[in-house]
């Protein structure tokens, strides 16, 4: 039993002495004590020991108790009536913050903009919208809307529970307003995405004469990062260095570190982290995230192990990051690592993290398990079950693509936009022109979606790949809107299957102004003057690349090995000779030349003799990744390649041939889709 701290109470003046005690009330034990002797000398309703005994429990955090001690004050003040109602509202009990809100009205209390306070946020903690109007009318009535603790309160949960509008009617309403009416208003256009709506806000705050402080900067950089722009973005961060915001301020060095990764300034925002001093899972993320983004896996997956190995625990943003990275390079193993960390460390998986898993599945060549962890999902969203028929077209699985197009309808799922991408994709792949064209009516017609530039662009690749180009061509020319790049460059890459050049000439010509990526353009171009014979065009394409000081991106095959992920180039075809890469092949070789494989010397697009075409072929990147993993994976293991452009067609022809010889199953990945190759027969039944 915990022994008495307090002093013998005088019989003669109980109060003085109860007075003095207070003070050695340290503990809820010695609290409780001092409770019971005020209960003794019945001085626990008076004004004076009520309130004292009260702030006592909390102080000590004993919120229960002190309820009871408030329920037995006889004249609350309005110092006891804000305090009760900060405690609940601190201890997130906003029900009982409505009830005591509701209780001091009815007795007739002040209410203040204090305690007012309490009750709107009490109505966000509880999304009672109608209950944030009630408050706001009663604001109103007092003549307390446009206080500077109420106002952004309303703002803040207006904003929350969905009303710009009403959140911008307060914002008016406030004649003097500070840094924090500005900054919460700039955080509701954000939570909108009104960004545009955001500068406009700045404009405004220039002209009123507003001196910017780090709450407002920090909403601004976020509205450049979302709109990417980086020029802007810059300014502001070098407004922040001039007055000296950025290091006292985490939160604004994580904005920039963020702001500037989607603006595609990474070495930049790369630099502000490595000065960071403290960095927490926030800025982790954003910095992983901006890398994965950008088309930077590798360094995403650095960034990762290194913060794991700082200590600091992932949240649910750095986990669909990194899973995204994995995706990006078709790092199986990698992702299936931190698909088992998250269950190892008992992280509650959301629909988000379960559609991220199926589309790293997916891209990573097992459609199996993505659908396994597709259905493993409680509550499945319009996303969950796009990205699932994304992943079965992908793999040229459009019977299973279509069928959960239609399930997906019997359980009352409404698709949207991003589904229907999926679907013509699914169709485009397996050639499926009749169920393409349905899809493509019902969108309007059935769901009231309207078709963008994607959708256009998966029917112009749909009836391009079918060898229907001249439809294709007329079906861009009567869109109602004008065609973009995406409808172009497919129509481009039909010219190229089918071997058009004339016509390619006319639609490179329509495309280069609206690429981004011109050297892309110009490279297609060359290639199909290549497989045609017209040299002299390749060089006069060729010859303008460089004029416009445009380089052709190299392709390059990647292939994952124990953990680890090599890259082969054509280009290093030298650095494999006589090595046990070219030993192998040749052995492949001869006996693919035994089974009937012949070399298609079209996929040369270089104007050499026939030998010289050869020895290129036999040097190309999928070829050289299929046999170094032949060479360095367990026996009858699949073996799994990423080829960063579409696949080639002698390759493809070629690793038939290896399946056949070595008994492997081969998965290559291009930039459209899955070939899974095993016994002599791809998967794509050469529809590709």
């Known amino acids: 039993m915990e022994p008495n701290p307090f002093p013998p109470i005088s019989s003669r003046n109980p109060t003085k002495t109860l007075l003095s005690l207070f003070r050695f009330t ?32 909390i102080q000590l955090g004993s919120l229960h108790v002190a309820s009871k001690a408030f329920n037995h004050i006889t004249f609350e003040n309005l110092h006891s009536w804000n305090t009760i109602l900060a405690s609940h509202s601190k201890n997130k009990c906003f029900y009982d913050v409505l009830q005591l809100f509701k209780r001091m009205l009815k007795e007739g209390k002040l209410v203040d903009s204090f305690n007012l306070v309490f009750a709107v946020k009490a109505c966000f903690g ?8 009630l408050f706001h009318s009663l604001a109103i009535k007092l003549r307390l809307e446009g206080d500077p603790y109420v106002a952004p309160a309303l703002m803040n949960v207006y904003t929350e529970l969905g009303s710009l509008e009403e959140a911008h009617k307060v914002f008016e309403e406030v004649p003097l307003k500070n840094s924090v009416i500005w900054g919460v208003m700039i955080k509701g256009y954000l939570n ?32 450049c990062g979302n709109v990417y722009a980086g ?18 301020n985490f939160f604004l060095q994580t904005s920039l570190v963020d702001m500037y990764m989607k603006c595609g300034f990474l070495d930049f925002a790369l630099k502000l982290f490595e000065e960071i001093s403290y960095r927490d899972v926030v800025v982790w993320s954003a910095i992983i995230a901006g890398f994965a983004r950008n088309g930077r896996a590798l360094e995403s997956i650095s960034m990762f192990r290194q913060m794991l190995a700082d200590s600091v625990t992932p949240n649910s943003v750095t986990f669909a990051s990194i899973v995204l990275a994995c995706s990006s390079l078709g790092s199986l193993k990698q992702g299936r690592s931190v698909h088992g960390y998250m269950i190892r460390n008992g992280v509650e998986l959301d629909v988000k993290n379960y559609t991220s898993f199926i589309d790293m599945y997916a891209k990573c060549g097992c459609i199996v398990t993505a659908y396994r962890v597709f259905c493993q999902i409680p509550e499945k969203n319009v996303f ?67 078709p963008v530039e994607e959708h256009y662009a998966c029917m112009v690749d749909l009836l391009g790949r079918a060898g229907k180009i001249d439809e294709a061509l007329s079906f861009i020319n009567n ?3 004008e065609p973009g790049a995406s409808a172009w460059g497919a129509l481009l890459g039909a010219c190229r299957i089918h071997r058009r050049a004339e016509l390619a000439e006319e639609v490179a010509k329509k495309l280069l102004p609206l690429e981004s990526d011109q050297s892309g353009v110009y490279v297609m171009l060359s ?21 416009k000081g445009l380089h052709k991106i190299v ?7 124990e953990e680890k992920l090599y890259l082969f180039s054509s280009e290093d075809r030298f650095a494999y000779k006589n090595t046990r890469i070219e030993s192998l092949w040749n052995s492949l070789k001869e006996r693919m030349r035994e089974l009937g494989y012949v070399a298609d010397l079209r996929f040369v697009l270089h104007d050499v003799d026939d030998e010289v075409k050869q020895e290129v072929l036999c040097s190309h990147s999928e070829k050289l990744a299929i046999v170094f993993g032949l060479l360095n994976s367990g026996e009858g293991m699949p073996i799994r390649i990423t080829k960063n452009m579409r696949v080639c067609g002698d390759c493809h022809t070629a690793s038939k041939f290896i399946s056949l010889i070595t008994r492997r199953k081969i998965i290559m990945r291009d930039v459209k889709r899955f070939h899974h190759v095993q016994d002599g027969v791809c998967s794509c039944g050469d529809y590709w």
Request: neutral net charge.
């Open 26 to 57: 340290k503990t809820l034990a010695s609290n409780h004590q001092l409770n019971a002797q005020i209960l003794v000398n019945g001085l626990h309703r008076s004004l004076l020991f009520g309130p004292m005994i009260f702030g006592a429990y």
């Open 231 to 248: 020029k802007e973005g810059k300014t502001f961060h070098g407004l922040c260095i001039k007055k000296n915001f950025i290091d006292s």
């Open 192 to 223: 909108f995405s009104e960004e545009f709506g955001v500068f406009e806000l700045f404009s405004r705050m220039r002209r009123s004469g507003f001196e910017l402080d780090p709450f407002v900067v920090e909403g601004l950089i976020q509205a």
């Open 126 to 133: 509880l999304s009672l919208f109608q209950g944030a109007k």
């Open 555 to 561: 392709g390059f095959t990647s292939i994952e090995i």
């Open 384 to 450: 969950s079950w796009s990205t699932m028929i994304n992943g079965f077209g992908m793999h040229g699985l459009c019977a299973e693509a279509l069928n959960l197009f239609y399930e997906m309808r019997s359980v009352n799922q409404l698709p949207n936009s991003v589904t229907f991408v999926s679907v013509l994709s699914a169709c485009s792949h397996s050639g499926r022109i009749e169920e393409g064209w349905s899809h493509f009516k019902s969108m309007s017609r059935d769901y009231g979606i309207t």
């Open 479 to 481: 869109m109602p809107t």
């Open 527 to 547: 290639n199909i003057y290549a497989d045609v014979g017209m040299w002299e065009m390749v060089k006069k394409t060729r010859l303008k690349m460089c004029e």
